[in-house]
């Protein structure tokens, strides 16, 4: 009897680390629909504890997409990209929490794939609240990449697992210099596991 109690515990024990290492999964709610992202925080902890802080606290309740970058409307850039950004905007003062570290794709092993979830920054270290979505594979995101002086990339996090006919709707609308002419809004970012 002793024997199956112990093997009891194992089993409970091994399921609840087992879930507890189940990667989490958002929702991103659009006035188009939703876009579903799973988060890797085994990869990139800093990066998605930064992401479900602003989540858990409300902090998103008024978050957009407000940025468009494709091939025909970034002229001047000799390093083009494929990507959909948003969060409180460029228009906010003051994020609620400071920036957090940069954590690097060489260091998280998360590449600019098509889908992938990263943060937008200046400055390595400056990222707070506003993300981007790529579409296709952006390799000049990555730590290395030459989209941005530094070299160091973008700090990845995540992917898109249901949606990306609304990231690329959302990508296909009116812009005026990479910024949307009608903001989309986001109803709600919540985590749904």
Same mark, same amino acid.
């Given at each position: 009897?002793?024997?199956?109690?112990?093997?009891?515990?194992?089993?409970?024990?091994?399921?609840?680390?087992?879930?507890?290492?189940?990667?989490?999964?958002? *929702?991103?709610?659009?006035?188009?629909?939703?876009?579903?992202?799973?988060?890797?925080?085994?990869?990139?902890?800093?990066?998605?504890? #930064?992401?479900? @802080?602003?989540?858990? #606290?409300? @902090?998103?309740?008024?978050?957009?997409?407000?940025?468009?970058?494709?091939?025909?409307?970034?002229?001047? #850039?000799?390093?083009?990209?494929?990507?959909?950004?948003?969060?409180?905007?460029?228009?906010? *003062?003051?994020?609620?929490?400071?920036?957090?570290?940069?954590?690097?794709? *060489?260091?998280?092993?998360?590449?600019?794939?098509?889908?992938?979830?990263?943060?937008?920054?200046? *400055?390595?270290?400056?990222?707070?609240?506003?993300?981007?979505?790529?579409?296709?594979?952006?390799?000049?995101?990555?730590?290395?990449?030459?989209?941005?002086?530094?070299?160091?990339?973008?700090?990845?996090?995540?992917?898109?697992?249901?949606?990306?006919?609304?990231?690329? @709707?959302?990508?296909?609308?009116?812009?005026?210099?990479?910024?949307?002419?009608?903001?989309?809004?986001?109803?709600?970012?919540?985590?749904?596991?």
């Amino acid at each position: 009897m002793k024997k199956y109690a112990s093997l009891l515990v194992f089993i409970v024990l091994l399921s609840f680390m087992s879930l507890k290492s189940q990667n989490v999964k958002v *929702e991103i709610k659009t006035e188009l629909g939703s876009i579903i992202t799973e988060l890797y925080s085994d990869k990139a902890p800093i990066t998605c504890a #930064n992401f479900i @802080k602003y989540i858990e #606290n409300n @902090k998103f309740e008024a978050a957009n997409f407000y940025r468009v970058v494709r091939m025909d409307n970034q002229p001047n #850039n000799d390093i083009k990209i494929e990507v959909i950004q948003g969060g409180l905007g460029f228009d906010v *003062e003051e994020s609620p929490y400071p920036p957090i570290s940069h954590e690097t794709t *060489e260091q998280t092993g998360i590449l600019h794939l098509n889908g992938t979830l990263s943060m937008a920054r200046a *400055e390595p270290g400056t990222a707070s609240s506003e993300i981007f979505i790529c579409i296709g594979d952006q390799p000049e995101l990555d730590f290395g990449g030459k989209r941005n002086p530094d070299g160091l990339g973008f700090a990845a996090f995540g992917k898109v697992i249901e949606g990306m006919d609304i990231v690329k @709707k959302i990508q296909n609308l009116p812009d005026e210099e990479q910024m949307l002419k009608e903001i989309i809004k986001i109803s709600s970012i919540k985590i749904i596991e």
